[in-house]
């Protein structure tokens, strides 16, 4: 079959940024999230994977190529109250808190809109989990209130140490795409990254947001679903 491009409904593009969690680092896992509202911007800026040559005999030999690193920049109006420790800054009494202390690693994820030409940014999300993740300091600037008022934007440079993976390298990032993932599966994921209404129709008991690690999302995903 011969290529064609720019068919109607496969005209694809990704925006937007939302529903941002914060999962604080305990025993090597993420056992409770809350929600980052607030955010307005992450930009990725993964480094390395850069490929080194090597010359014998007059030719040259092979290629060896350097580990890849994740990092991100994540910018934000506010922040949750959880995060301050990841900034390094402690609480010592009721809203007193003091700063450079050591930073508490977290785990991050975030959604962005997945569209098209027929269905817009109704056509799907990703969603995209940060893990080993540790906040570099940043600069906030303060200024008078005007006649242009705006909010002061924050934003911290974040790095990343890869978690495992069975069968692959260790990894500091997953995505997940809701127009490939089934919608059963892409539920029981949804309920662990958000945690789980009390009210729903199929739980008579809440669970808090966690971040799982990679291994336990692909056997989610590769698995059927419960019912």
Not at 9 to 24: C, F, I, N, Q
Not at 52 to 73: P, R
Not at 77 to 82: K, L, V
Not at 117 to 125: E, F, H, L, R, S
Request: glycine share 8%; proline share 7%.
């Amino acid at each position: 079959m011969r290529a064609m491009w720019d068919e109607i409904g496969k005209r694809y593009y990704e925006t937007g940024v939302d529903r941002a969690m914060l999962y604080k680092m305990k025993d090597n896992a993420y056992p409770l999230g809350v929600p980052w509202s607030g955010i307005t911007s992450v930009e990725e800026s993964p480094s390395g994977a850069e490929s080194n040559g090597f010359y014998a005999d007059n030719i040259k030999y092979f290629n060896l190529t350097s580990a890849e690193e994740y990092a991100c920049t994540i910018g934000a109006y506010m922040y949750p109250d959880e995060f301050a420790e990841c900034d390094g800054s402690v609480e010592v009494a009721d809203g007193v808190r003091i700063g450079q202390q050591t930073r508490a690693p977290f785990g991050f994820c975030y959604r962005t809109v997945l569209g098209n030409d027929t269905q817009k940014n109704k056509y799907g999300y990703k969603l995209h989990l940060v893990y080993g993740c540790e906040a570099s300091p940043s600069s906030k600037e303060h200024g008078s209130v005007n006649d242009s008022p705006e909010p002061a934007e924050m934003s911290w440079e974040v790095n990343t140490t890869p978690v495992p993976v069975k069968g692959h390298e260790p990894t500091a990032t997953m995505e997940v795409d809701s127009t490939k993932t089934p919608p059963e599966k892409l539920k029981l994921l949804e309920d662990i990254l958000y945690g789980k209404d009390p009210t729903s129709d199929d739980s008579d008991d809440g669970t808090d947001p966690r971040l799982p690690l990679p291994d336990e999302v692909i056997a989610l995903v590769g698995i059927a679903a419960v019912a």
